[in-house]
């Protein structure tokens, strides 16, 4: 998907929606009743999309932020410009029923109350006579959005305090979605196009978050912060930050040419801890634009923030919460992780959260690799073996169907920790049986749409698990879809079934449904090691006192004994 770049907001129209915020009342529609904990509709994200939001893409968003820090009450104005064909008698966006909504208003005509209603967390709207699209509506709202539970893995509004008292607010509503806080498509095509945000903080605290910082406007006792990003964004992206925060940031000079900041936002007293994780950043930075491309958002910034909870993916503005922890291969793998996902999630995102292990496979595939960057084999192959025990094959990654977010993550209901764990294993393996060259170039062309990507010369693209198969096939000019029928449509594992007489050991394997799985296969005999082609049976010619090690270096990800407990 091509995207555009447009700016509509003035700084005249921000100070009025700065100004709305403190004169918001009470008034909302009278045949709803505000709800005061999150309903289902509200609590899911993705799926199927809303009979009044089809067709709809947001072109801008403006969003305006206050807060009331004592009463955890969240004050915003939201504009949002929505593109279609034809004309509109009603439409809707997503925005939680704990808000009230104090006004709406289509292409600057505000609405009688009777011309919106919140039903259960869609705010379903109806213009004074057909609209025709694009159309731009502006609501105002107020309330206590929802407090998380377990943050990220729950998702909400934090309201926390800092090691010496301040006020500490972090957002995280990956699995639940952006409606959690502001109005909008809570689907992956819901991304704007570009985002401006005004976020009114009291001083001494600093407002963190997506893209570019505009302007910081001094309002006397508060501060507004306008941040602008200047590339299409994933809704659940859209991230707050608040805090004193102190910043350290530096100019990285990249291989390909370009120069952009790298900014920390930590919290006080942080700082010798911090400086140590701050350095981690470049040689992570060319790790990623060696190996898969220039970073997508070089025109904006790489951007973290501390958090209060582990970590989250938003764009530009990464969460960090990992206490500073660097692990046995020397780097800190919560934000290799999140950083990853600015390459896969960002910029390249799931057209449907069916595909979402094109976001968590490879972002984690991303670690073995960096420790191999880092330190080489045996570190990789170490990584990858931690990876290798918490794969549970009970559901396949990829269901061919129209999926929420939680209908893939949780465990029971879908792959849960296998879209990431064992996406990053099906690389390993696709990355052994087609070679560097083939594997990188397919993985550049998924997240840039070329395999030679320039600063410049790529927007942001949706992508499904069809599109990187089709990729695969012509980068290689084999049909591999085997390999992909038999590792993302099945639960199981393909097996290997080795039968050894005296004198001969026979290698088939055994799939899901007998579907065909021409996979080539190592072994090792007596350290001698060849490649034996196990379309069909294949037997090979050995004495009793030979040694005979399968897949000898772990190429292949298959059913393992030794894992029995976990799959």
């Known amino acids: 998907m091509v995207y555009t770049r447009i700016r509509q907001l003035t700084a ?131 309330g206590q959005p929802r407090i998380p539970v377990r943050a990220p893995w729950d998702g909400g509004v934090m309201w926390e305090k800092t090691p010496d008292g301040a006020n500490w607010l972090a957002t995280a509503v990956q699995g639940e979605g952006c409606d959690l806080f502001w109005p909008c498509i809570d ?72 120069t952009y900041p790298i900014v920390y936002y930590h919290l006080p007293g942080n700082e010798q801890q911090a400086k140590v994780l701050f350095d981690e950043i470049p040689t992570m930075l060319t790790f990623f634009e060696r190996m898969i491309g220039p970073y997508p958002f070089g025109n904006e910034k790489v951007g973290v923030a501390q958090t209060p909870h582990l970590g989250m993916e938003h764009q530009t503005i990464n969460a960090y919460g990992n206490e500073y922890k660097k692990d046995e291969f020397g780097f800190d793998w919560l934000l290799q992780h999140e950083f990853a996902h600015e390459y896969f999630g960002n910029q390249v995102t799931n057209d449907n959260w069916d595909h979402m292990w094109i976001h968590e496979g490879l972002g984690s595939y991303m670690q073995p690799l960096f420790a191999q960057y880092l330190s080489g084999d045996v570190a990789y192959m170490t990584y990858l073996n931690n990876q290798r025990k918490g794969l549970i094959n009970t559901h396949p990654i990829v269901s061919n169907k129209l999926m929420e977010v939680e209908q893939v993550y949780e465990r029971g209901v879908g792959p849960a920790l296998d879209i990431y764990y064992k996406g990053s294993w099906i690389m390993h393996t696709l990355r052994n049986l087609i070679g560097d060259d083939a594997f990188f170039s397919a993985v550049r062309e998924l997240v840039y749409g070329t395999d030679q990507p320039k600063p410049g010369n790529f927007t942001t693209i949706y992508r499904n698990t069809q599109d990187f198969i089709e990729i695969v096939n012509r980068r290689t000019g084999k049909d591999l879809s085997w390999f992909f029928d038999v590792y993302l449509y099945q639960p199981k594992l393909p097996k290997l079934v080795e039968t050894r007489t005296e004198d001969s050991v026979t290698f088939r394997w055994n799939t899901p449904q007998n579907l065909p799985f021409p996979m080539p296969l190592e072994v090792s005999v007596n350290g001698e090691v060849q490649v034996l082609d196990i379309t069909s049976p294949n037997t090979i010619t050995v004495t009793p006192f030979d040694v005979v090690i399968a897949d000898p270096n772990s190429k292949v990800l298959r059913y393992e004994a030794r894992y029995d407990n976990k799959q």
């Open 187 to 258: 689907q992956p095509h819901g991304e704007p196009n570009q985002t401006d945000l005004h976020i009114q903080v009291p001083k001494p605290l600093v407002a963190a978050s997506n893209g570019v910082l505009v302007d910081v406007t001094d309002n006397g006792d508060t501060r507004t912060y306008h941040w602008q990003t200047r590339s299409a964004h994933n809704t659940y992206g859209i991230a707050l930050n608040i805090a004193p925060f102190e910043k350290l940031e530096t100019t990285y000079s990249s291989i390909y040419g370009n």
């Open 12 to 142: 005249i129209a921000a100070a009025v929606a700065i100004t709305s915020l403190s004169a918001c009342s009470s008034t909302e529609s009278s045949d709803v009743v505000k709800a005061t904990e999150s309903t289902a509709y509200s609590l899911k994200s993705g799926g199927q999309v809303a009979p009044l939001q089809q067709g709809l893409t947001v072109e801008h968003a403006d969003l305006t932020f206050a807060f009331d820090f004592d009463n955890k009450i969240l004050m915003g104005t939201t504009t949002l410009t929505l593109k279609g064909e034809g004309s509109r008698s009603a439409f809707s966006v997503d925005l939680d029923s704990v808000f009230t909504v104090n006004s709406v208003a289509v292409n600057g005509e505000s609405l009688a109350a009777s011309q919106y209603r919140n039903v259960g967390g869609e705010l379903q709207i109806t213009p004074t006579s057909d609209i025709a699209l694009p159309l731009t509506v502006t609501i105002s709202y107020e």
